[in-house]
């Protein structure tokens, strides 16, 4: 769907990890900042190759 409709998003972190994962706490209790750098990875892979 996002790759459909060429919608873009955007991840704001709040300073290193640590205070990140203050700052921003998921529902699991997970490192919320080492989930957004895999999301990050994902992204730039996909912007270098969109049509995957």
């Known amino acids: ?10 991840v704001n972190l709040d300073g290193p990890e640590e ?13 919320v900042y080492k989930s957004n750098e895999e999301y990050r990875k994902i992204r730039t892979k996909w912007n270098k190759n969109p049509s995957n």
């Open 1 to 10: 769907m996002i790759k459909k409709y060429k919608i873009i998003l955007t």
């Open 19 to 31: 205070v990140n994962n203050k700052n921003r706490i998921s529902r699991d209790g997970g490192n």
